[in-house]
């Protein structure tokens, strides 16, 4: 992940900031049939797939099945093949549950990611526009909130050009780095720490809205 620390993306994306400036102990990785939590996976080597069997169950990485399964046409997010299976996590209302196992390739299908950048991108903690100008270049405006124990809501905003930072795009003005992966149907996205108020993170899953 250029330039930035796994941890900020795992705490969150977790959503577990708030409780942790608070004295809470932070909560461990959960682990599904030996599938670490998607969040400490490396975004980069993270892909979008569809079940395309009429049903797929969980198993461990050597095969053996689980209790949970999923449906053909089920949205996955998946990390790096292991011996032809994949750690496997549904992808419900645009938010991953979390909850898995390992897939067999074959039982689903490779989801390219979208084609174009283009459009207003939204997660539960905010929202990033993307838009392409006149010269070519990429450009992202951005918001997002994070609530306090008090009642009232800590902000952020950006906006700026975008560069090309290997396979992912990034952002980077007055000390807030927020980088951008395409991962099929989504727009997955991790800052530093520093783009806004106290907890506040543009980091998350995005669904384009339009």
Avoid: I
């Amino acid at each position: 992940m250029p330039h930035l620390q796994r941890s900020v993306l795992t705490l969150a994306l977790l959503g577990g900031v708030t409780a942790h400036a608070q004295g809470s102990p932070a909560p461990a990785p959960a682990t599904q049939l030996g599938c670490a939590d998607w969040l400490t996976l490396e975004p980069g080597d993270l892909r979008a797939a569809r079940v395309s069997v009429s049903r797929a169950v969980f198993t461990d990485a050597s095969g053996k099945p689980g209790k949970a399964s999923v449906v053909k046409g089920d949205l996955l997010l998946q990390g790096p093949a292991v011996n032809g299976r994949r750690c496997s996590y549904p992808v419900r209302g645009g938010v991953p549950t979390g909850a898995g196992g390992y897939l067999n390739t074959m039982q689903v299908q490779n989801l390219s990611a979208s084609a174009t950048l283009s459009g207003t991108w939204a997660a539960a903690q905010g929202t990033l526009t993307l838009t392409r100008t006149a010269a070519g270049a990429w450009q992202v405006e951005g918001t997002a909130s994070a609530p306090t124990p008090g009642g009232s809501v800590n902000t952020g905003d950006l906006g700026g050009l975008l560069t090309r930072q290997g396979s992912a795009w990034q952002y980077a003005a007055d000390g807030c780095e927020l980088n951008l992966w395409a991962v099929g149907p989504w727009l997955l996205a991790a800052d530093n720490g520093a783009c806004g108020g106290l907890n506040v993170s543009f980091s998350g899953l995005y669904t384009r809205q339009r």
